[in-house]
C-alpha cells in the first residue's frame, strides 16, 4: 500500500507541474459540448433530448486524449525500467498509475459534467444519475485504456492505434451510461443500467492492471 500510494503521489505530482493533460482533457470537453448547441440549434427540447449521448460520447473522447501518455512519458526516460524493477507487484504500481490518470482526467469531467449538462437544457431528474454513471464509467474508462496504452508503448503512431484498440471497448460504457441518464430523465429506475456499470468496473479493477503489467513487461523486453 505504501508503493501504491507513493506512484500515486509521484504521478499526481507530475500531472499537477506539467498540467497541460488536465487542462487539454477538461478543455477539450467544454469546448466539444458548447459547439453542439451552435451545429444542432438552440431549440431546448432538441438539446434535452441529445444531452445525455453528447456528455458521455464527449467524455469519453476527452479521456482518451491522455492516455498515450499514461505510460509513455516514464518509458521514454527510463522510469518505467526503474518502476517495474520495484519489490511491489507491476500490478500494484499500474494500478496506482490508473488511479492518479482518474484523479487528473475522469475526476474534472466529472465536476464539468453537471454545468454542461445545464447548457444542453438536461432535466433536473437526470443530474443525480449523470454524476453516477460519470462516477462509475469514467474509471473505467482509465484502467481500460491502461491496457491499450501499454500495448502500443513504443509503436510509431501509437496513439492513432490505441484509438483503434480501445474505442470498442468504450462502447458498453457509453451505452449503459447513457441508458441511467434517459431512464432517469423518463421517470424510469436506472439501477439495472447503472448495476451493469458497476460490474464493469468491479472486473476492470480486477483485471486491467495485471493485463497492463503483462503488456508492459512485454514491451520492455
Sequence with gaps: MNRFLEVVRRDLRLALRQGSDSVMVVTFFVLTVVLFPFGIGPEANVLERVAAGVLMVTALLA?????????????????????????????????AKMLAHWLTTGLPLMVAAPVLAVLLHMHEDGFLTL????????????????????????????????????????????????????????????????????AMLAA??????????AALRQALE
Excluded: C, N
Design 63 to 95: 479521456s482518451m486524449l491522455s492516455l498515450d501518455r499514461l505510460f509513455q512519458a516514464d518509458y521514454e526516460d527510463g522510469s518505467l525500467e526503474l518502476l517495474v524493477l520495484t519489490p511491489a507487484p507491476l500490478g500494484v504500481v499500474v494500478a
Design 131 to 198: 454524476l453516477a454513471a460519470m462516477a462509475l464509467g469514467t474509471p473505467v474508462l482509465s484502467l481500460v485504456g491502461g491496457i491499450g496504452a501499454a500495448l502500443v508503448l513504443g509503436a510509431r503512431r501509437g496513439g492513432v492505434l490505441l484509438s483503434l484498440l480501445i474505442l470498442p471497448l468504450y462502447v458498453p460504457v457509453l451505452i449503459f451510461g447513457v441508458g441511467a441518464i434517459d431512464a432517469a430523465v423518463q421517470g424510469m429506475s436506472a439501477k439495472p443500467h447503472l448495476l451493469i456499470l458497476s
Design 204 to 213: 476492470a479493477l480486477v483485471l486491467a492492471p495485471w493485463a497492463s503489467a
